[in-house]
Nanobody, 125 residues
Framework: QVQLAESGGGLVQAGGSLRLSCAAS????????MGWFRQAPGQEREFVAA????????DYKDSVKGRFTISRDNAKNTVYLQMNSLKAEDTAVYCC??????????????????WGQGTQVTVSS
């Protein structure tokens, strides 16, 4: 079992930055691929970014490429999402997720076995 807890959300002006953290419990964190998803009001949950278990591979939603960076520190059982040049359309609840099984399934929220509660990110324009 893995428990995930996000932090770092908040209210920021457009163009600003936030760094989200997702702390995981358990001894097997380093074996899990990790993902960040977001859900805006009235919209479906969408993939934002993913990172492979050892951090060697990353992937991003097209609209956040060049602005967001996913990283992980396996010694601290934590995955991060650095968000720069934030836009109003980035406003959403951001959730981290663990263990989609195969890294090839990283885009699909249904594949992930563990989820955090989420943290609200609000970008004012």
């Amino acid at each position: 079992q893995v428990q995930l807890a996000e932090s770092g959300g908040g209210l920021v002006q457009a163009g600003g930055s936030l760094r989200l953290s997702c702390a995981a419990s358990g001894r097997t964190f380093s074996s899990y691929h990790m993902g960040w998803f977001r859900q805006a009001p009235g919209q479906e949950r969408e993939f934002v970014a993913a990172i492979s278990s050892r951090g060697g591979s990353t992937d991003y939603k097209d609209s956040v490429k060049g602005r967001f960076t996913i990283s992980r520190d396996n010694a601290k059982n934590t995955v991060y999402l650095q968000m720069n040049s934030l836009k109003a359309e980035d406003t959403a609840v951001y959730c981290c997720a663990a263990d989609p099984g195969s890294y090839g399934d990283r885009y699909f929220s249904s594949r992930y076995h563990y989820w955090g509660q989420g943290t609200q990110v609000t970008v004012s324009s």
